[in-house]
T-cell receptor, first 111, second 115 residues
Framework: RKEVEQDPGPFNVPEGATVAFNCTYS??????FFWYRQDCRKEPKLLMS???SGNEDGRFTAQLNRASQYISLLIRDSKLSDSATYLC????????????FGAGTRLAVHP | EAGVAQSPRYKIIEKRQSVAFWCNPI?????LYWYQQILGQGPKLLIQ????????DSQLPKDRFSAERLKGVDSTLKIQPAKLEDSAVYLC?????????????FGPGTRLTVT
């Protein structure tokens, strides 16, 4: 079983739609969680952190459910420019902090 | 502020040849990471340095891959000899503080094709 699992998609949605991505993680020692965005043939860039209380940044909302070991990202009012791959990232604590990336979920927003 | 620099951006080699990639992190960043990203997959950590010491190299195929960060600044990743399955994008990243993702910055990557 992969340490971080995501639905690879693609999610094909029209502009203005609301879309949600899920991510599950297997290591209960995971302590920090993030969503990264990766455009085609570009490097990953931090989108937002994920907190148990949930957090919102404009059209983006991230949620964490520690009991179910589940992270979500909600995008409202999708724009064409939201088309990208969204990577779930988990930091596992130990002797040092280890970052583990999911395989990503691809989103394609069409007119 | 200058970002993470990597070179070359693209490389095509034949299997069994050798190749080296270079990374210069953001000034002042103590932690440096090399990731391998195969098409359709997420980045996989190959090696993590804290200053010039190795923190994690558990997923580095040590029979063919090596990396160094001699002065705690720039780093080199080498593959010798290359295999077809090494075709991937090699991403270098750096952070000011170890393991803190919100301060993790990636370079543009080196796209390696092994034929």
């Amino acid at each position: 079983r992969k340490e971080v699992e995501q639905d690879p998609g693609p999610f094909n949605v029209p502009e203005g739609a609301t879309v949600a991505f899920n991510c599950t993680y297997s290591n209960s020692a995971s302590q920090s969680f993030f969503w990264y965005r990766q455009d085609c043939r570009k490097e990953p860039k931090l989108l937002m952190s994920v907190y148990s209380s949930g957090n919102e940044d404009g059209r983006f909302t991230a949620q964490l459910n520690r009991a179910s070991q589940y992270i979500s990202l909600l995008i409202r009012d999708s724009k064409l420019s939201d088309s990208a791959t969204y990577l779930c990232v988990v930091i596992v604590s130990g002797g040092y902090n280890k970052l583990i990336f999911g395989a990503g979920t691809r989103l394609a927003v069409h007119p | 502020e200058a970002g993470v620099a990597q070179s070359p951006r693209y490389k095509i080699i034949e299997k069994r040849q050798s190749v080296a990639f270079w990374c210069n992190p953001i000034s002042g960043h103590a932690t440096l990471y090399w990731y391998q990203q195969i098409l359709g997959q997420g980045p996989k950590l190959l090696i993590q340095f804290q200053n010039n010491g190795v923190v994690d190299d558990s997923q580095l195929p040590k029979d063919r891959f090596s990396a160094e960060r001699l002065k705690g600044v720039d780093s080199t990743l080498k593959i010798q000899p290359a295999k077809l399955e090494d075709s991937a994008v090699y991403l270098c990243a750096s952070s000011q503080r170890q393991g803190i993702s919100r301060w993790l910055y990636f370079g543009p990557g080196t796209r390696l094709t092994v034929t």
